[in-house]
């Protein structure tokens, strides 16, 4: 596989537009190509190395893959189409009920403009929907557990923040210990999404705005939060910014059924990130990686983790991968 160094364009230079960053730096087959930010010029002080452009003024940008940084609620349903027809893309869409809608809309647009576009990347959906995939494969008729946390999840903190009335919000996702253990028995209960989960929402209030509304109207989204047992706190801005300080994240995913006549089967996949924003950062220029492996086969079209090669994400020659890995 080709040694070229990647040319990377970052768009959207939050929380993880900075982990991608970090991660290009840590991957000596990635060049920063550029960042592309609605206040470019607070970007130029914070990352003075890069060119920085305005979205509506990136035709000299020279990059093989943008990385779409966005938050899910809505930027990206906006930012994906749009990029992808003039960039290849990858982003980390993570609204599961939305992801076929948004793949069809992907792949439309991309074989189009013979571009690729890797979608939805990053641990859940991602790495966590590769092994629910796998362990599904392995164990055929088992039952399928996924548990997130515990630890600070960025799409749902971004979308609370999205709330009108919301100057600031940290969500914390926490597994209940007792459910988690039922599962290791192998005796696969059937579990609702409130016996899985808890959040807690921690929420800086705009002037003026009302507590009450706010707090109805976060623990009614629909697919972020309506379906859990949620608490909402309010706090000041200068304690939830702290709280932002460390941004830690992990999960599990248990696969659980029989083979044979009857014996037990157990499959457990687990992450723990201290840096969420890093975690995903990491994985996203992994699929850089792979997309622009997809490019040079002139498979053009939309893509989630579930259609990539392994060997495409890695750095690695097939020699090293036989070699080392195998």
């Not at 069809?104 to 959906?125: C, F, L, Q, T, Y």
């Not at 009108?164 to 597994?175: F, I, K, N, S």
């Not at 040079?296 to 893509?303: E, L, M, P, S, Y």
Request: glycine share 8%; with cysteine.
């Amino acid at each position: 596989m080709s040694q070229k160094i990647i040319k990377v364009a970052i768009v959207g230079y939050g929380n993880v537009g900075r982990g991608v960053y970090q991660a290009i730096k840590r991957n000596p087959d990635m060049e920063l190509a550029g960042i592309i930010s609605r206040r470019p010029g607070d970007i130029s002080l914070e990352v003075p190395e890069s060119n920085v452009y305005s979205p509506d003024n990136f035709e000299k940008l020279e990059a093989d893959v943008a990385i779409l940084c966005g938050g899910s609620a809505k930027d990206l349903p906006v930012q994906g189409p749009s990029f992808l027809r003039s960039l290849n893309t990858v982003d980390s869409f993570d609204t599961h009920a939305n992801i076929p809608e948004y793949f069809a809309r992907m792949n439309a647009i991309a074989r189009e403009n013979k571009h690729v576009a890797i979608i939805s990347a990053g641990w859940d959906p991602g790495t966590f929907s590769l092994e629910r995939v796998l362990g599904d494969a392995f164990i055929p008729g088992s039952s399928r557990f996924t548990f997130w946390g515990p630890g600070v999840s960025q799409g749902h903190s971004d979308a609370i923040r999205k709330v009108e009335g919301v100057a600031d919000a940290v969500q914390y996702t926490l597994p209940i210990q007792e459910t988690l253990d039922i599962v290791r028995t192998g005796s696969n209960p059937q579990l609702t999404t409130r016996e899985k989960h808890r959040r807690d929402c921690y929420v800086a209030l705009k002037s003026g705005a009302d507590p009450e509304t706010v707090k109805q109207a976060i623990v009614t989204m629909p697919n972020y939060f309506s379906d859990y047992n949620t608490m909402v706190a309010f706090e000041s801005p200068e304690e939830v910014s702290g709280r932002k300080k460390q941004m830690p994240h992990g999960g599990f995913v248990m696969t659980s059924g029989v083979t044979g006549d009857g014996n037990k089967a157990l499959i457990e996949y687990r992450n723990q990130w201290k840096s969420n924003p890093e975690a995903t950062g990491s994985i996203l220029i992994a699929c850089a990686r792979a997309n622009y492996r997809l490019q040079q086969d002139n498979k053009f079209g939309a893509f989630t983790m579930l259609d990539i090669p392994p060997a495409y994400l890695s750095p690695h020659s097939q020699e090293e991968l036989l070699k080392e890995f195998m």
